[in-house]
């Protein structure tokens, strides 16, 4: 029973990564015909009915009467961090000409997180997370590079808005590891996404666009919000139910290479050689993070 668990797990975190390779593709397609304030308009204004489908349909509504008021707070300020995490996130994806390039350097978050861990909860951390966390840093490093003469400065242009994305992510990551159980993760996934439709339409009424955009470009989005807002994150949270989530995160980190197949059939474009062989890196990264907190926590437990 227990094989039969991890392996569906294992399937259900392939399915989230998928899902959200896919986000990669179509946020990029939708980010070249219209602006980013348009694009949230729609991509998180539909996000916000998936999930309210979602919560309603497991009654997870019930569940916000009994918050108390520092769980409000907390989730407050998560949200708050999350909306500038993806803001950035989508920044980069419209600025960056490869997507691959995005989801390749997204691997930093775990590297981040543990990183953030070990200063602000005093965690421990032993060689092999030491050893994935200086292979992701390294991958980072090279996917970042700016080998193009005709660019200036030492970064590819967009990338440093992964890196900010990343750190703020982990930050929330953090917080949202503190109050998990208090605070159910549809409430996060909901909170982020409000924060991010009203920030959206803000800037639409400042700037005096209007909603009115590209048939194709609202077919990219419309398929992406269901893929992002809504799918990713519960085919994420569920295999957490049957594996770890250093499993997980093993398996999710192949996102990037079904982003840059995607990228290839959908766009025509390819990461260079160097980026490949960086973001291959921080797969590597990723699975050795994640092998040393599984290797820890199995440790712990015969010690205990």
Do not use: C
């Amino acid at each position: 029973m227990k094989n039969r668990s991890s392996v569906k797990g294992i399937l259900i975190a392939l399915g989230a990564a998928l899902a959200v390779s896919n986000v990669y593709i179509f946020s990029k397609a939708a980010l070249r015909s219209v602006h980013i304030a348009q694009f949230g308009f729609y991509w998180f204004g539909l996000g916000i009915i998936w999930n309210l489908i979602y919560i309603f349909s497991f009654g997870k509504q019930k569940g916000l009467k009994n918050l108390q008021s520092n769980a409000w707070w907390a989730l407050l300020l998560i949200a708050l961090l999350e909306m500038a995490g993806t803001l950035l996130f989508f920044l980069a994806i419209q600025k960056v000409e490869n997507p691959a390039v995005v989801s390749f350097l997204a691997n930093i978050n775990p590297l981040l997180i543990t990183g953030l861990g070990i200063f602000l909860l005093h965690e421990r951390f032993n060689l092999l997370e030491f050893t994935g966390m200086m292979i992701t840093l390294s991958g980072a490093l090279m996917i970042s590079y700016n080998s193009n003469t005709s660019l200036t400065g030492l970064f590819i242009p967009g990338t440093e808005y992964v890196w900010m994305s990343g750190l703020i992510y982990s930050f929330s990551s953090i917080i949202a590891k503190k109050n998990i159980t208090r605070i159910d993760p549809s409430y996060l996934a909901m909170a982020r996404i409000i924060l991010l439709f009203f920030l959206s339409v803000l800037m639409v009424l400042s700037l005096g666009l209007s909603i009115k955009i590209p048939a194709d470009a609202f077919k990219n989005i419309a398929i992406g919000s269901v893929l992002g807002p809504f799918l990713t994150a519960f085919l994420g949270y569920l295999s957490m139910k049957y594996i770890e989530v250093s499993k997980a995160s093993i398996v999710r980190s192949v996102r990037s290479l079904f982003v840059m197949t995607g990228a290839y059939l959908y766009f025509g474009s390819f990461p260079t050689q160097l980026q490949i062989a960086g973001g291959l890196l921080t797969i590597a990264g990723v699975i050795f993070i994640s092998w040393g907190k599984l290797k820890e926590r199995r440790d712990n437990k015969i010690r205990s």
